[in-house]
């Protein structure tokens, strides 16, 4: 089979999605089956100004947790813990029995290890002085 490779100045969500088709029919045919449903929660400040939230998603029984954002003017208020464990508990009505998600080291790793999560990989140097941190957290009844 011939082919190309091509390397897009300004890749689109049409690429991506291109990209994705073939993992995404190879998982429905070998995977069990799962919805992935987005999860966004979002933090608006008085003018309803979207200021920070958590965004993630849940398929195979687990939420990821992409992007937890607390601006500085809220940080040390609660904000950030209120935000993961309303995450957490969507998570558990979605039927999920974990959450994962990761940071860097100039960002939140004792955050999340005093919510109860645990690191189970780091990338050294990522970027290079620093890591990047994999962590993950059990849900019980």
Known sequence: MAHRILTPDAPTDAD??????????????????????????????????????????TGYDWLFIEYLVVSDALRGQGVGTQLMLRAEAIARDRGCIGVRLDT??????????????????????????????????????
């Open 16 to 57: 991506r999605d291109a990209i994705l088709a073939p993992l995404r029919a190879y998982n429905a045919a070998n995977a069990p089956v799962t919805e992935h449903l987005s999860l966004a929660l979002i933090v608006a400040d008085e003018h309803g100004e979207t200021i920070g939230g958590l965004w993630g998603k």
């Open 104 to 141: 860097f080291d100039f960002q939140a790793r004792g955050f999340y290890e005093k919510l109860g999560y645990t690191v189970f990989g780091t990338i050294a140097d990522h970027p290079v002085g620093g890591a990047r941190h994999f962590l993950l957290k059990r849900l019980s009844d």
